[in-house]
């Protein structure tokens, strides 16, 4: 099938290397020059495990290719998925200017019909806009030609993303009418052989499904980080209590995890876009407000526990910090845990000395060349010298690190850990103040 990719991201440029994989021919368009010449001389423009082989096998078998060329791009697919950043407004509501961006330039040049897909994160009602704006572009042409708008959203999460769209949990697929069913089914034919992971719906379900999936994960989160922060004052260890509730099955073990709060480009702005719905429609999200404000305070837990310890004096001090992107296995930096880390400490005048096996030349992208901030090769160069160890990601590599050579690089053994990665007591025995999130002791009296 000939499909059509409007927005080279993490969502747009995984899906056409997937699509590419299973022998659709993908064309992909941007609006960003430099990000299309890069992939054509194979330059990958994020950091995902798995892409770059896939988009390179892809370009070369010609499978997959890249373009500036909307028009091109129109005229290629009979699907045509929008997969374009949705980013908040300044009211927190999402931004829908570049899908109803690309909605009026494929009805531009449109002069077949097709099926256009709803990829990005979008509010409930913006398959009505792309309907209305597309239909008003073509009466404009005098144009009556048959098309189809479906809500497909992604559930694809960063770091693990070409397994995701490889594997699916599910495919939500909401439609206005029965008509581009069959289309959609073959499209995903490949990735839907074992069982039937396709759900179809109305294409309001669809759009709510996608928001109401991210603001239940992230109010899993929030809600363990109060539990955390209820258990530091209780006296209670968090992680004690994570595999107490987790043997449930009717809770899980997954995403409650306490943490120094949730980061990247989805949850918080996915939180914050269904409040400003809700609010839109006169109702009040009080789970969703909640979930939100736990969150913006967590994200202060760590700068919190330096100031105390440092007893609010930082200026001078040297923090080293592991882990800058907002989870592992991503360069990703959109709202990360780590900027509001950084930013505190250099506004309490201390400098920070980091390490991300993947996020520096994001890091360094965004708060571009300043003194408080020495970007280094390895974890290790991160410690040199340092007053304390924050750390951030929970990157595989912090996991197991050398203790001993921690405590020599140190001015003083102290870590804080936002991401519970050790053990206090085996920390506390080595000699470590160990501060962690919503372990007991181990925040109030650290050893
Ligand atoms: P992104 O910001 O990485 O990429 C968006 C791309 O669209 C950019 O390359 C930009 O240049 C391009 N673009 C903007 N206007 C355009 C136009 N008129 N024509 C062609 N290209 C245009 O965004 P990302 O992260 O891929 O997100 C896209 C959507 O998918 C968002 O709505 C997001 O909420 C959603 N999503 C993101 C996930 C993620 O993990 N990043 C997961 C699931 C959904």
Same mark, same amino acid.
């Given at each position: 099938?000939?499909v059509?990719?409007?927005?080279?991201?993490?969502?747009?440029?995984?899906q056409a290397a997937?699509?590419?994989e299973?022998?659709h021919?993908?064309?992909?368009v941007?609006?960003?020059?430099?990000?299309?010449?890069?992939?054509?001389?194979?330059?990958?423009?994020?950091?995902e495990?798995?892409l770059?082989?896939?988009?390179e096998?892809?370009?070369?078998?010609?499978?997959?290719?890249?373009?500036?060329?909307?028009?091109?791009?129109?005229e290629?697919?009979?699907?045509?998925?929008?997969?374009?950043g949705?980013?908040p407004?300044?009211?927190?509501s999402?931004?829908?200017?570049y899908?109803l961006?690309v909605?009026?330039?494929i009805a531009?040049?449109?002069q077949?019909p097709?099926?256009i897909?709803?990829?990005?994160?979008?509010?409930?009602?913006?398959?009505?806009k792309v309907?209305?704006?597309?239909?008003?572009?073509l009466?404009?042409?005098e144009q009556?030609?048959?098309?189809?708008?479906v809500?497909?959203?992604?559930f694809?999460?960063?770091g693990?993303?070409v397994?995701?769209?490889?594997r699916?949990d599910?495919?939500?697929?909401?439609?206005?009418?029965?008509?581009?069913k069959d289309?959609?089914?073959?499209?995903?034919?490949?990735?839907?052989?074992?069982?039937?992971?396709?759900?179809f719906?109305?294409?309001?379900?669809?759009?709510?499904?996608?928001y109401?999936?991210?603001?239940?994960?992230?109010?899993?989160?929030?809600?363990?980080?109060?539990?955390?922060?209820l258990?530091?004052?209780?006296?209670?260890d968090?992680?004690?209590v994570r595999?107490g509730i987790?043997s449930?099955?009717?809770?899980?073990?997954?995403?409650i995890?306490p943490?120094?709060?949730?980061?990247?480009?989805?949850?918080?702005?996915?939180?914050?876009?269904?409040?400003r719905?809700?609010?839109?429609?006169?109702?009040t999200?009080?789970v969703?407000?909640?979930?939100e404000?736990?969150?913006?305070k967590?994200?202060?837990?760590?700068p919190e526990l330096?100031?105390?310890h440092?007893?609010?004096?930082?200026?001078g001090?040297?923090?080293?910090?592991?882990?800058?992107?907002?989870?592992?296995?991503t360069?990703?930096?959109?709202?990360a845990s780590?900027?509001?880390?950084?930013?505190?400490?250099?506004?309490?005048?201390?400098?920070?000395?980091?390490y991300?096996?993947?996020?520096?030349e994001?890091?360094? $992208?965004?708060?571009?060349?300043?003194?408080d =901030?020495? +970007?280094? %090769?390895?974890?290790?160069? /991160?410690?040199?010298?340092? @007053?304390?160890?924050?750390?951030c990601?929970e990157?595989q590599q912090?996991?197991?690190?050398?203790?001993?050579?921690?405590?020599?690089?140190?001015?003083?053994?102290v870590?804080f850990?936002? $991401?519970n990665?050790?053990?206090p007591k085996r =920390?506390a +025995?080595? %000699?470590?103040t160990?501060y /962690?999130?919503g372990?007991? @002791?181990?925040v109030?009296n650290?050893?």
């Amino acid at each position: 099938m000939k499909v059509t990719v409007f927005g080279i991201g993490y969502v747009g440029l995984v899906q056409a290397a997937v699509l590419a994989e299973v022998g659709h021919q993908v064309l992909c368009v941007d609006v960003n020059a430099d990000r299309v010449e890069n992939l054509k001389k194979g330059i990958i423009p994020i950091y995902e495990p798995g892409l770059t082989p896939l988009v390179e096998k892809h370009f070369a078998s010609g499978y997959l290719n890249f373009t500036t060329d909307a028009q091109a791009g129109v005229e290629h697919g009979e699907v045509q998925f929008i997969a374009v950043g949705t980013p908040p407004d300044e009211d927190g509501s999402a931004d829908l200017q570049y899908v109803l961006a690309v909605a009026r330039t494929i009805a531009t040049y449109m002069q077949a019909p097709k099926v256009i897909i709803d990829k990005s994160t979008v509010p409930v009602g913006t398959a009505d806009k792309v309907k209305a704006t597309i239909a008003s572009v073509l009466a404009q042409r005098e144009q009556a030609i048959n098309f189809d708008v479906v809500s497909n959203p992604e559930f694809l999460k960063e770091g693990a993303a070409v397994n995701d769209c490889m594997r699916p949990d599910r495919i939500i697929v909401g439609t206005y009418d029965d008509r581009p069913k069959d289309l959609m089914r073959e499209l995903y034919e490949p990735f839907n052989r074992n069982h039937d992971k396709m759900i179809f719906m109305d294409v309001r379900s669809a759009e709510l499904t996608k928001y109401a999936a991210n603001c239940m994960l992230a109010t899993k989160i929030s809600f363990m980080n109060e539990m955390a922060n209820l258990a530091e004052l209780l006296g209670a260890d968090i992680e004690a209590v994570r595999k107490g509730i987790g043997s449930d099955p009717r809770i899980g073990y997954h995403f409650i995890y306490p943490g120094c709060g949730y980061g990247g480009s989805c949850f918080p702005k996915d939180v914050q876009a269904l409040i400003r719905s809700s609010e839109q429609m006169g109702y009040t999200p009080r789970v969703l407000q909640a979930v939100e404000a736990v969150n913006n305070k967590q994200k202060f837990k760590l700068p919190e526990l330096l100031k105390q310890h440092f007893a609010g004096d930082l200026a001078g001090k040297t923090i080293a910090i592991w882990g800058l992107s907002f989870k592992p296995n991503t360069d990703d930096m959109r709202e990360a845990s780590s900027r509001v880390l950084m930013e505190e400490m250099w506004h309490a005048g201390a400098k920070v000395q980091a390490y991300d096996p993947e996020a520096m030349e994001e890091t360094q $992208r965004i708060y571009g060349v300043r003194d408080d =901030l020495t +970007l280094v %090769g390895t974890k290790e160069a /991160a410690l040199k010298g340092a @007053d304390a160890l924050v750390i951030c990601t929970e990157w595989q590599q912090f996991r197991a690190p050398d203790f001993e050579l921690i405590k020599a690089q140190l001015k003083q053994p102290v870590i804080f850990d936002g $991401r519970n990665l050790y053990e206090p007591k085996r =920390l506390a +025995l080595r %000699g470590f103040t160990y501060y /962690a999130i919503g372990r007991g @002791d181990s925040v109030r009296n650290p050893a």
